[in-house]
Each structure stands twice: as C-alpha cells, then as structure tokens.
C-alpha cells in the first residue's frame, strides 16, 4: 500500500486544472492512483498532461448534470470503475449580502453546490454498480464551518458542501462509500491570488493570513494531502468527517 492507500484505485478529481484540485492529482499519482482529470479550463488541463502525461483529461461544467454525468461515465470506461471523487472544482467570489447579485447568487450556488451534488449523485452510482464501496471527498471550507464577511453567496455554497458530506455519509456508509470534506482555510493557489487583485481584496488577504494562528497561508500541496489521506484506505473508518487544513483557523 502506498503511503495514503490510494495505489491503483480509479479516481476523478474535478477542477484539476489548477491550485488544490491540481496539487491533489500531483499526489494521487505519486501514491500509484489512476486519475482523470476534469476541468472547464481545457488550456490547464492540456499543461496537466504536459506535467503528468499518464493522467485522463475530461473537460466539463460540474453544474451540468449531462456534463458530470458524462465526465464519472469518462473515468469508468477508462478504468473500468470508480473508488474515488475527489469534488473540488469551484469559483471563489467575493462579496457582501449587498454587492452581491441574484446572478451572482445563482451562479455560485450552481457551481460549487449543484456541481458538488451532481458529481457525488453519479459517482455513487457508479461506485454502487460493482458493490465495492468507494471513497468521496468534498472541498469545503472554512467558510463551509464558521461565518465570514463578504461571503454572503460562497460561504452559504460551501455549507452545501459540509451538509453533503455528513448526509451522503450516513446515506451510503451500509454500501461501502465514505464521504469526507476538508474545510481548508486560505490556501495560496491562482483564485486566491486573484482575489488580491479585486477591489479590497489585498487588504483582505492581509486579514485572512493574520486569522490563521498560524499565521500564514497554506498550501496546495497541504490541501492536497489531507484529500489523499480521506481518499485512500489509511481513513478506512473515518466517515462524514470535516476535516480542517486552516493553520489552526477553526480552533480559534
Ligand atoms: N484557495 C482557498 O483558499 C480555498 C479555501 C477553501 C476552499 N477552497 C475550495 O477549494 C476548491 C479549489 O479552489 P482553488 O483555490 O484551488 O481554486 P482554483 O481556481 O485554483 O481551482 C478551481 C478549479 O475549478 C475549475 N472550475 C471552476 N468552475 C468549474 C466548473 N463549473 N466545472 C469544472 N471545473 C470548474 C477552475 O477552472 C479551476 O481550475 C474550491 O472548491 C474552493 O472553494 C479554496
């Protein structure tokens, strides 16, 4: 067994183009996974393969459910099954309860909620075709756990993901699936540096790294690894947990 017990087991990760969905391939592949990759972004996943080249690609809107349905369909005929969902893939925007939109609303809430339920909702489909049971792992977040300011669509959206998990837990733990989060708290890949970019965000990040006792912000790669403990046999009996990677945030 490698050193997170994913050797050889079929896994998707969604969002892989970038940041900790692409740092959690990184990993998966170096424990011996097999791995396909979704992404919308059809650019990133071409350098994904440049970077890895025995990793799938598929690319497709997780919000679609003719999209997810056809991106875990991709990964069993690739593989022949699935053990494992990594649901990363999502969008990050800021704002308060005021700035934000209907639209903006709407499209938050599809992505990173209806994209999570889709690709769990065809996963375990998949995953109940052979009985073997399977691993699922959901990225919440910190502000899927506590309240923050200015994140009046993305902090509700990530409360989907941490109601999922513990839901989807109890539903299918008599079949052998696992479904576990983490609930990372600022982690240093493309989105959140973008956010420096919008319009107060500089000075928000400057508060976010001072909230994390441990006064920094973290990684991919420590996102990452968290996801391939979840995913892998070595969590054999942790099932519905929310697990933070926030640098001591959530203890607070
Ligand atoms: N970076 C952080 O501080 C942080 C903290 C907590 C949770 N998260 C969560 O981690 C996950 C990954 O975020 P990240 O920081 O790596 O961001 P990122 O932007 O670097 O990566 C997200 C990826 O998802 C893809 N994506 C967006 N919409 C999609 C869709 N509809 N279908 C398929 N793919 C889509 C993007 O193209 C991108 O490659 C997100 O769910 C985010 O909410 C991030």
Same mark, same amino acid.
């Given at each position: ?8 087991? +079929?896994? /998707?990760?969604?969002? *892989?183009?970038?940041? @900790? ?7 998966? =592949? &170096?424990?011996? !996974? ?91 489909? +998949?995953? /109940?075709?052979?009985? *073997?049971?399977?691993? @699922? ?7 899927? =756990? &506590?309240?923050? !300011? ?103």
């Amino acid at each position: 067994m490698g050193e997170y017990g994913v050797t050889g087991k +079929a896994c /998707l990760v969604t969002g *892989a183009a970038s940041g @900790i969905g692409r740092a959690t391939v990184r990993v998966l =592949v &170096a424990d011996g !996974a097999r791995v396909l990759a979704n992404d919308v972004n059809e650019i990133g996943l071409a350098t994904l393969r440049e970077e890895l080249p025995e990793v799938g690609t598929v690319v497709g809107d997780v919000s679609s459910p003719a999209d997810a349905e056809r991106m875990v369909r991709a990964a069993v005929e690739r593989f022949g099954r699935l053990d494992v969902l990594v649901a990363n893939a999502g969008v990050i925007p800021l704002g308060s309860a005021l700035e934000t939109t209907v639209e903006d609303w709407d499209h938050v809430l599809a992505v990173d909620g209806r994209g999570m339920f889709l690709t769990c909702k065809y996963a375990i489909e +998949a995953m /109940l075709a052979d009985e *073997a049971g399977g691993s @699922i792992v959901c990225v919440s977040s910190i502000s899927g =756990v &506590a309240g923050q !300011a200015r994140q009046a669509a993305y902090g509700p959206a990530k409360f989907v993901a941490s109601g999922l998990t513990k839901h989807l837990a109890v539903e299918w733990a008599g079949h052998g699936i696992r479904v576990n989060a983490v609930a990372p708290g600022t982690i240093r890949t493309e989105a959140v540096e973008a956010v420096a970019e919008q319009p107060g965000g500089a000075e928000y990040l400057a508060t976010m790294k001072l909230a994390h006792p441990m006064g920094r912000l973290g990684e991919p790669a420590e996102v990452a690894a968290a996801i391939a403990f979840l995913a892998g046999e070595r969590a054999s009996f942790v099932t519905g947990a929310i697990l933070p990677v926030d640098g001591g945030y959530l203890a607070r």
